[in-house]
């Protein structure tokens, strides 16, 4: 799951970086049609009614909830909770060599990993570059379909009700 402001700009990112080359004029087009804001609002992913959804299914034995967050505060400590969770075992070598090549910097710049691109892999940037009517909708949208159903009043709310942790610091 992912902080919806962060998960709207990074749509638009995963949209522009995949596409932006195939449209004439490159990015310059892409970027004079679409911004950030409108794949934020999007409705028709209904994003806030997913995380809903999958809130309601994360006690079942097969179902393992990780918020985004939690990958990057710690991922040696996701990596293992992953592997348990399918029955892998891992040694200090593959756990490190797991970590070494999904890093972010490692995947944004390899050709590999076509749908990460350079400049993510954070927390809070949605909300610093989403418009502020942008943000008052999605925040709206939260009031209306996540709180209700959860109690959470905002997304770090749901992340520390879910996983019993406090919500990470991020520079």
């Not at 638009?12 to 409108?38: A, C, I, N, T």
């Not at 909830?65 to 040696?76: C, G, H, I, K, S």
Request: charged letters at 25%; a negative charge.
């Amino acid at each position: 799951l992912r902080q919806p402001h962060d998960r709207g700009l990074s749509y638009y990112k995963h949209l522009r970086g995949g596409y932006g080359d195939e449209l004439p004029g490159k990015l310059g087009h892409f970027d004079s049609v679409f911004s950030p804001d409108d794949f934020a609002l999007l409705k028709h992913h209904d994003y806030e009614q997913n995380l809903v959804d999958w809130i309601g299914v994360k006690d079942h034995p097969n179902v393992m909830v990780l918020f985004y967050e939690q990958t990057l505060a710690d991922p040696r400590k996701v990596l293992r909770r992953l592997a348990e969770f399918v029955g892998v075992e891992l040694d200090a070598e593959f756990e490190d060599n797991i970590l070494d090549a999904t890093n972010y910097d490692v995947m944004s710049t390899s050709g590999v990993f076509i749908n990460v691109f350079p400049g993510g892999g954070t927390y809070g940037k949605g909300r610093k570059t989403l418009r502020k009517d942008t943000c008052a909708e999605l925040d709206q949208r939260w009031a209306e379909i996540v709180e209700p159903a959860t109690g959470a009043r905002s997304y770090e709310q749901l992340y520390e009700q879910v996983t019993g942790e406090t919500f990470p610091r991020f520079s």
